[in-house]
Structure formats: C-alpha cells, structure tokens
C-alpha cells in the first residue's frame, strides 16, 4: 500500500522547512511546497498540487508573518493570511483531505491574567493578528474537517527568528536591550512540526471523532518575557562557546515598532494534550536541541 501524503504548503518557511526536516511516520509520506511550486492565493495552482498529491492531510505553513510591515501592507496581508487560507482550506475539503492550519497568539489582546483558551474571545491588536483572525475564519467556513493550531513565539535552525537573532547581535554587540514585559512561550519549530505529525497521525488513522477537529493550542511549556528567554540563550549560548553579551530589561515603550503586541500571549495547551495526548515539553530543552544545532561545540 502507498503511503497517506502529509502536503504542507509554505514549505520554504520556518516551520515548512522543520517539516521537510522532521522524520515522518510510518505509513506517511511529508511533501512540502515552496511558494514558487503553489501560491495559496492561486487556487487553480493550490487545487492542482493537491490533486497531484492526493494528501490525506494538507498543512497550511504559508503566511504573511512580517508583524510590523503588515501594518503598512494590510492588502497583501489579508490576501495571503485570510483568501489565501481559506483556498487552501477550501480545496482540502473538496479532495476530502482533513486541513490544519496554523495560527497565532496574536489574535489574542494580551490582556489576560490566566493562559488563554481556545475559546477565548479574540481581540486582535494589529493587522497581522486580524488577518491571522481572518484566516480562522475562513479555514472554519471552508473545510468541516480542520485543525486550527494557534502557536507563539516560534524559533527552529532556519529562517529568522528571535533566538537567530540574538545570537547575531550577541556576536556583533558587547550589551543588548530586551523587552521584559511581554510575556509569552517559545515554541520550536520543530517540537511543533512532530505535534502536527502526531495530529496527522491521529486524523489520518481512520478513527477519527468530531471532538479531535476545531481549534487548538501548541506551544512549548513554561511562560517567559522576551528578556528572560534572552537571557536563557545567552545562558547556554555560553555554554557553546558562542555570544554571551551583556543584557538589560527595557520596558516595550522603550522600544517602539510600527505594530502593538499582546503583553501577556501565554497559550493554555490543555484541550490538545487532552484530546491528543500531546505533551509538549519545556521550552528550554527545545532551545537547547536548537543550539546544538546552530552553535556546534568545536
Ligand atoms: N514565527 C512565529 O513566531 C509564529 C508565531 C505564531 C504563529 N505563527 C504561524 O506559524 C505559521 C508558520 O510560520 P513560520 O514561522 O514558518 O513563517 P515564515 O518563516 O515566515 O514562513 C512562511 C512561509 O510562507 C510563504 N508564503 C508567503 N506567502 C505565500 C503564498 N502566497 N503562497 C505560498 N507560500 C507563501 C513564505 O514564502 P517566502 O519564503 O517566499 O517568504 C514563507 O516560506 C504561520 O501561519 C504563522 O502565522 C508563527
């Protein structure tokens, strides 16, 4: 028997690149797709590389994710994180394929004192959070057959991302500022790639009750500020011999950028690990596997 095909649109992103990378399950084949080979805003080209494939399920990776230029690009972002979502959703269903679509913290307003639910009112903040919310939408209009998997703070090997990042200034500056009032959890791209390959798994079994589709949380466990998840690459970037420069707490008014963010983005993780059995683990374990990989010891 052929294997069950996992088709991930947005495959040359970083989360598209973790699951070209991730080790699939038997039975299962994962076939990734760069934007050049499907648009997601072109259904003739996104419903062509499904009937190519035949998945069983379609990942939706793809998505406009520049937060700030989103605020000033608000077509562009609607096109792609709303239409474009609810094509792919859309073409999924029509093959009978189950569809998960990724999403985000920021469809949340951050003013919470307790992780969020996924049944939480939303109130985004800025364009690319209100696009995301948009996608929601379309994907639930579209597919009856869809995992929305909301996820924060994503860091893996490609692509950029805040720990990239730090390591880059680390290595090029004696002191960084880092915000230390927002407050959110870091996820690794690639815990969160094995969690959608756990999702598939499960979908794709042949069991599957209505309960295990709607909307869900995925992010590694423990709640940090920007400033204390710096510190902690920092920490173990030392450890590797790689950049450890000096760090002071700033307040986000210190540092202004084009779109507001959630202060408080912590994502309740309980109804997949519930549903699914899905457990993610520390945040800091995650970093280290990273690191591994991006600081290799000499
Ligand atoms: N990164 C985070 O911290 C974070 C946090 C919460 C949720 N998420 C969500 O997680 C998902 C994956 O994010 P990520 O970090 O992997 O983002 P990413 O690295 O920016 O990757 C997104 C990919 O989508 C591609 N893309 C953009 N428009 C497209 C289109 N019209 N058709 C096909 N592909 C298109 C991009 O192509 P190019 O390579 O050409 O740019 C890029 O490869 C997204 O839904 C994002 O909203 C991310």
Same mark, same amino acid.
């Given at each position: ?9 947005? /495959? =040359? ?25 499907? =648009? ?6 996104? &419903? ?48 009978? #394929? ?11 307003? /951050? ?8 049944? =939480? ?16 939408? #379309? ?58 390959? #756990? ?14 589709? /709607? ?14 998840? &710096? ?13 450890? +420069?000096?760090?002071?707490?700033? +307040? ?20 997949? &690990? ?5 457990? +993610? ?18």
């Amino acid at each position: 028997m052929s294997d069950k095909v996992l088709l991930v649109f947005g /495959g =040359d992103g970083q989360l598209g690149r973790a699951l070209a990378k991730a080790t699939a399950p038997t039975g299962w084949a994962i076939v990734t797709l760069s934007r050049a080979a499907a =648009d997601i805003t072109n259904a003739d080209q996104v &419903a062509r590389a499904i009937g190519a494939h035949e998945p069983a399920v379609v990942v939706n990776a793809a998505a406009y994710t520049a937060v700030d230029k989103a605020e000033s690009d608000s077509d562009a972002a609607f096109r792609i994180n709303e239409t474009g979502a609810g094509i792919v959703a859309k073409a999924a269903s029509d093959a009978q #394929a189950t569809v998960i679509h990724l999403s985000t913290d920021y469809v949340f307003d /951050g003013q919470a004192s307790r992780p969020w639910r996924e049944d =939480d009112p939303i109130a985004p903040l800025g364009v690319y959070g209100a696009s995301k919310a948009g996608g929601e939408d #379309a994907v639930r209009e579209a597919a009856r057959r869809h995992v929305i998997l909301r996820t924060s703070w994503v860091f893996g090997i490609d692509r950029n991302n805040f720990v990239k990042t730090m390591l880059r200034f680390g290595a090029e500056r004696p002191a960084l500022k880092v915000v230390a009032d927002q407050v959110g959890r870091p996820t690794s791209a690639h815990d969160l790639a094995d969690a959608i390959l #756990a999702i598939a798994g499960k979908l794709g079994g042949g069991v599957s009750t209505a309960k295990l589709y /709607g909307t869900f949380h995925f992010a590694n466990q423990g709640a940090v500020s920007w400033y204390e998840f &710096a510190r902690e690459i920092f920490a173990q970037s030392a450890q590797r011999g790689g950049p450890s +420069p000096d760090l002071a707490a700033i +307040p986000t008014s210190d540092y202004p950028t084009p779109a507001k963010r959630p202060a408080y983005s912590v994502l309740d993780c309980d109804k997949l &690990a519930g549903l699914y059995g899905i457990e +993610p683990r520390p945040w800091q374990a995650a970093l280290a596997d990273v690191l591994d990989r991006l600081l290799p010891k000499a």
